[in-house]
Each structure stands twice: as structure tokens, then as C-alpha cells.
């Protein structure tokens, strides 16, 4: 399941700002299919901005998944 996950998906954080959650899907996937993102207007930005500065991973990881992916993922 990880291996088909890892080839086929990206997956966000938006609609589910919990720490584990995003724990447990890197562990999973990893951090290279892992996006940042808002499902704004129906979520708070400064609240989903917030957790995610709180939430412990590496500089590596945290530029991956806020600024890396998106841009490459959508050819922009």
C-alpha cells in the first residue's frame, strides 16, 4: 500500500491539521509526497499557518512540503 501511495499520490494537510496525522503519513509516504495546503475559505490560514510552524520535522522536510513540490507537481 505504501509503495502505490508513494508512486501515485501527493497527499495535503489541508482539512486535517493534526500532528499525528501528518506523522503518520510521512512515516507512511514519506515527505516527498507530502503538500502543504488550505482549503481556504473553509479553514483559517493563520490557524493551519500556526500549527504547521509548531509541528517537529527538519528544514528539508518543512521547505519540501511548503515550497519544493507544488511548483514541480504542477509544472509551474
Known sequence: ????????????????????????V????GADRVLYSVD???????EARDWFEQVARSEPDRLKITRSHAPRLFRL
Open 1 to 24: 500500500m505504501g509503495e502505490y501511495l508513494r508512486e501515485n499520490f501527493y497527499i495535503t494537510t489541508s482539512g486535517n491539521f493534526r500532528t499525528p496525522a501528518l506523522s503518520d
Open 26 to 29: 510521512m512515516l507512511e509516504v
Open 40 to 46: 481556504y475559505p473553509f479553514e483559517d490560514m493563520v
